[in-house]
């Protein structure tokens, strides 16, 4: 039984039975099927299902959405524009798969040589709770327009979601077994993974759960793309601009709660402008409203399970031991549902807890850097190594992004991610890419051809 808790009240909301190994084995053999025409149907049909899939959730973004709110606290204005931002990445995809996969024409001694890219068959996506129509189309649209069709373990606390979307390729008349949900507990998807009829894995979540779905899809000689957690630094040296700088990183560390693996995470501000920094930060974190994610006016919602906002209060608690300055938050209310304060952390240095682990909730970390070399080595002392922020001049900024140990930086703005562009980690944030040309490429057979005669 998959059981859903409302996050923002602590009450079960619904109860799905998990499917049944009957199940489990007629939508695999049914994406076998679905696989054998959909490799041989041209781009363009394969875009017209596609943008269909995307048109629907543009028209159903107000029944989708509150989906999100319910099953994992997403305030209703970030619920919705995932929505949206599922439909581009569909529609991104639709329009340049085609353009991203095109031949590649390599001279040799052949009259003619090229390679080809072919898709490979079913692929599983093994999702997680905290973007769950976002993260679901960042998998399947690029696998879909190369010729794969897609199952999908979405996590057991959002089976409604899993299944909406899963109804979207219904009502958009999409080819049975084309894309399906599988409603599952964790435990049961290693069979799953398994599966002689699963060519590829697509894993988002923990470093933990990545490294075992990586170890059994590498014992069954299968690819998997990892995106895994993230510990995100934020640069900010002396001459940025400090109040912008303040601003898009407020955005950027409460997106979702603070729940998402780009958020940034660790703000290491070079030591001229360190007090200015605190002051601002504290400023705009002050102004959010934590709340009941239903409503318009909340900025912040609840974490989404009791047992996540208790680590995460162990880890504010062990960093404050530490030595961390506690300037706002850090304490539990007593209400009902799983909420956590704005909090915002000061002096934390390396070997605290806050500065070691991910911190998955609304928690702002402040680090003193004496100077550009030493905000450098700050950032760069983490396991993991998804994404990083800088705050300076552009040319300062792209000269530092060379040297910083991450999947992808922004320079002056927010790390996001974006149909066009690739994204992915390093380090123990995984392996691959997913998103623009080099995500769609994840997950075909790179078929060199060899056309003879030998050329004299």
Not at 160 to 181: E, N, T
Not at 263 to 287: G, H, N, Q, T
Not at 341 to 361: I, N
Not at 428 to 447: M, T
Request: hydrophobic share 45%; glycine share 8%; net charge negative.
């Amino acid at each position: 039984m998959l059981t859903v808790t409302n996050p923002a009240t602590g009450k079960v909301v619904r109860e799905v039975e998990a499917a049944s190994d009957e199940t489990v084995e007629r939508k695999l053999a049914a994406a076998q099927r679905a696989f054998l025409d959909w490799r041989n149907v041209s781009y363009t049909d394969r875009a017209a299902v596609v943008k269909a899939v995307a048109d629907d959730m543009r028209q159903r973004v107000e029944d989708l959405a509150p989906l999100m709110t319910e099953e994992m606290g997403k305030p209703i204005r970030e619920a919705r524009a995932e929505v949206e931002k599922a439909a581009w990445c569909a529609e991104h995809y639709a329009e340049h798969a085609e353009q991203y996969l095109a031949p590649q024409s390599l001279p040799s001694d052949a009259a003619n040589s090229y390679v080809q890219h072919l898709p490979i068959g079913p692929v599983l996506g093994v999702l997680p709770w905290n973007a769950p129509f976002w993260l679901a189309f960042r998998f399947c649209a690029p696998a879909l327009m190369a010729g794969n069709t897609c199952l999908m373990k979405h996590d057991p606390h959002v089976p409604g979601c899993a299944q909406a979307i899963a109804d979207v390729f219904v009502r958009a008349g999409a080819p049975g077994g084309l894309f399906d949900a599988l409603l599952l507990e964790t435990e049961r998807v290693e069979p799953v993974i398994r599966d002689k009829r699963i060519r590829a894995v697509s894993f988002t979540g923990s470093s933990k759960g990545g490294a075992a779905v990586a170890s059994i899809a590498a014992s069954e000689i299968k690819p998997a793309v990892l995106e895994l957690g993230g510990s995100d630094p934020g640069i900010i040296l002396a001459d940025a601009d400090l109040e912008k700088a303040a601003e898009i990183l407020k955005i950027s560390r409460i997106i979702n709660a603070g729940q998402s693996c780009i958020a940034a995470k660790r703000l290491i501000v070079e030591a001229p402008v360190y007090d200015d920094m605190v002051a601002l930060l504290k400023e705009k974190f002050a102004s959010l409203k934590v709340g009941d994610p239903a409503l318009e006016e909340t900025d912040v919602g609840p974490i989404a399970r009791e047992n996540l906002r208790a680590e995460l209060h162990r880890q504010v608690e062990t960093s404050v031991k530490q030595g961390a300055r506690l300037l706002m938050g850090g304490e539990i209310n007593s209400g009902p549902g799983y909420f956590y304060p704005v909090t915002l952390l000061a002096d934390v240095e390396p070997g605290m807890c806050a500065f070691t682990e991910e911190t998955f909730g609304p928690v702002g970390v402040v680090i003193r850097a004496e100077n550009e070399a030493h905000a450098l080595e700050l950032a760069n002392d983490s396991e993991y190594g998804l994404a990083a922020s800088v705050w300076s001049s552009a040319d300062r900024g792209e000269a530092l992004a060379k040297k910083i140990e991450a999947g992808q930086v922004a320079v002056n703005g927010i790390v996001k991610t974006d149909p066009r562009l690739p994204s992915g980690g390093i380090k123990k944030s995984g392996y691959g890419r997913e998103l623009g040309p080099h995500g769609i490429h994840e997950f075909v057979n790179a078929q060199q051809v060899w056309v003879g005669p030998v050329r004299d």
